[in-house]
Nanobody, 128 residues
Framework: QVHPVESGGGSVQAGGSLRLSCAASRYTVSSYCMGWFRQAPGKKREAVAR???????DYADSVEGRLTISQDSAKNTLYLDMDSLKPEDTAMYYC??????????????????????WGQGTQVTVSS
């Protein structure tokens, strides 16, 4: 399985929490640049969090302090913990794994389809 597989989306009320998971069976999550981006209907893709092979994390300003990216090496899984959710967080959330030949690990780099493998996405809906 080249592409990662997301799970954990759902519907919550504003202020609620969700945990998204990303299984990457073909990769060792701690060895790659990985991250999450989202896309709401009619809007551009927005990268929200990334973590590199040194475990350095970076977040979009819009989610700083509310979303947390992490990885579990034993389970080879990437997570996105989402707290204090807002209706504007409603979107399809995608996991991205940088291809081995990729040389840049950044939020914007995750949005390039030519240098990343993307999952199929998991829907997050936040109601007010």
């Amino acid at each position: 399985q080249v592409h990662p597989v997301e799970s954990g989306g759902g519907s919550v009320q504003a202020g609620g929490s969700l945990r998204l998971s990303c299984a990457a069976s073909r990769y060792t999550v701690s060895s790659y640049c990985m991250g999450w981006f989202r896309q709401a209907p009619g809007k551009k893709r927005e990268a929200v969090a990334r973590i590199d092979s040194f475990s350095v994390k970076d977040y979009a300003d819009s989610v700083e302090g509310r979303l947390t990216i992490s990885q579990d090496s034993a389970k080879n899984t990437l997570y996105l913990d989402m707290d204090s959710l807002k209706p504007e967080d409603t979107a399809m959330y995608y996991c991205a794994v940088a291809r081995p030949e990729s040389t840049v690990c950044s939020l914007s780099a995750l949005l390039q389809p030519s240098t990343n493998y993307w999952g199929q996405g998991t829907q997050v809906t936040v109601s007010s």
